[in-house]
């Protein structure tokens, strides 16, 4: 969105827009319980909707944060973005995915293979993200953060919201302002069905195996 | 919801995400012989045939039964025919039980040669020796639609590949950290089997409380640390004792 002066501007919240003013308490005398548990839940309401605009507005920016990143990393060289990202720890097969192109690709670019516009724009994307999050939030191992399950038992990782394009989730989930549980049903309405088995692992003599688990 | 046989991407027919890597300008020799691996010209004796024949074939055992000791390979590895076969579109996934179709297997061709398919009633047992030259390799997502595909054609029974996910991610891992070792090893001067030597020790040191490496690869929230460590590690890390003969 851009003003008239060629300066991006942040949305305006919509929700609080329906705010009403809370009822006035009386000036004499003591107010009523009923009146008292009025006022209350018209604040409640209020800080709400307030919430509910802050939490958009922060989402809003943190995603034009991750563009101005990006536009300023594409000028990097490729194999520099690419041995930051293996320096985090990321297996190069996550680093493709996360870029959306083959292992052969990542590993023709790191010996100065030639790179399309695009994919160098998508790789210096994952670089933003990787620092943005570093920067903004408390999340220790981005590699491992990244390659783990968002919820444990269910397999959906922030790598697979970040493939999927859930970019905002990725960094909300960062965040750790939001219950695990809300982002998958995002990413994944039906994930308890999805992703409900009847398989657990077990350690077996020579290595992890399956088993039926137990009903 | 009943499960039937998965297709790659639900609707989607992007099937690249099927493969690590096609063609030998892409295959890596140093990567270790995984499953799911198919490799050409390769001498195949069919039951009570008299002559070998030369085919194309799948590798379709385990990884863990692949290497019985952790390391080697083993002297009979199992292996499915692969030949030229129609696409098999997504919403035609949870049929075809008897096969794996490895739709645009060669992208190189514009015609009904680009798709094949891993047939599970036509399978031999190879030498490791036999399977010399490696076409391509499946990608983490391609390995565990081929294990829930050839468990239901061996057993008639449907296990989700999330589940087969959480115990093949290891062992891919570790496929991984090999190519991924023998990359910079090679680059430091090292030949191909002093950098194998050099990589399996290493995952097999023994560090604090009888953990090695190799095991540490079995926790998810551990792989990262073991890669960024092996990328240090790689090129200066010598293994105790020198290389023995084919070690791989």
Known sequence: MTDTSGLTTVDQGTASAGITPAPTLPETGLPSVSQLREHAGVLDTQASLLRADTSELHGDLVMREWGVKTTELVRLDVPQLLAELADLGFAWRSIAQLIGVSVPAVQKWRRGGSVSGESRTNTAAVVAACRLIEESYVVFGLARWFECPILPGVPVTPLDLYISKKINLVFLLASGKTDPVQVLDVFDPDWRDTYRSEFEVFQADDGVALRRREQ | ?248
């Not at chain 2, 069919?46 to 074939?57: G, H, I, M, Q, Y």
């Not at chain 2, 047992?125 to 076409?135: E, I, K, N, S």
């Not at chain 2, 070792?181 to 950098?195: L, Q």
């Open chain 2, 1 to 248: 919801m009943p499960l039937n046989l998965e297709p790659p991407d639900g609707n989607r027919a992007d099937w690249g995400l099927l493969y690590r890597a096609r063609g030998t300008e892409e295959v890596v020799d140093h990567r270790p012989v995984f499953t799911g691996d198919i490799f050409t010209n390769v001498e195949v004796l069919a039951p009570r045939a008299e002559k070998p024949k030369s085919k194309t074939v799948m590798v379709i055992q385990h990884p863990c039964a692949m290497r019985p000791q952790g390391t080697g390979l083993a002297s009979s590895i199992l292996v499915a025919e692969v030949r030229q076969h129609p696409e098999v579109q997504p919403g035609q996934w949870s049929g075809y039980g008897k096969l794996m179709p490895l739709p645009e297997l060669y992208p190189q061709f514009t015609t009904g040669k680009r798709h094949a398919a891993a047939l599970f009633d036509h399978t031999y047992h190879v030498h490791p020796d036999d399977l010399a030259v490696r076409v391509a390799c499946l990608s983490p997502r391609g390995l565990n639609l081929l294990l829930q595909r050839w468990v239901f054609h061996s057993a008639r029974v449907v296990v989700p590949t999330h589940d087969f996910d959480e115990v093949t991610a290891p062992v891919y891992e570790e496929a991984d950290l090999i190519e991924d070792w023998c990359d910079i090893a090679m680059e430091a001067g090292r030949t191909v089997e002093e950098a194998l030597h050099d990589v399996n020790a290493w995952l097999q040191e023994g560090l604090e409380a009888g953990a090695t490496r190799q095991k540490m690869l079995e926790q998810d929230q551990l792989r990262s640390n073991v890669r960024r460590e092996l990328r240090t590690a790689a090129e200066t890390w010598r293994a105790p004792e020198a290389p023995v003969e084919d070690i791989a």
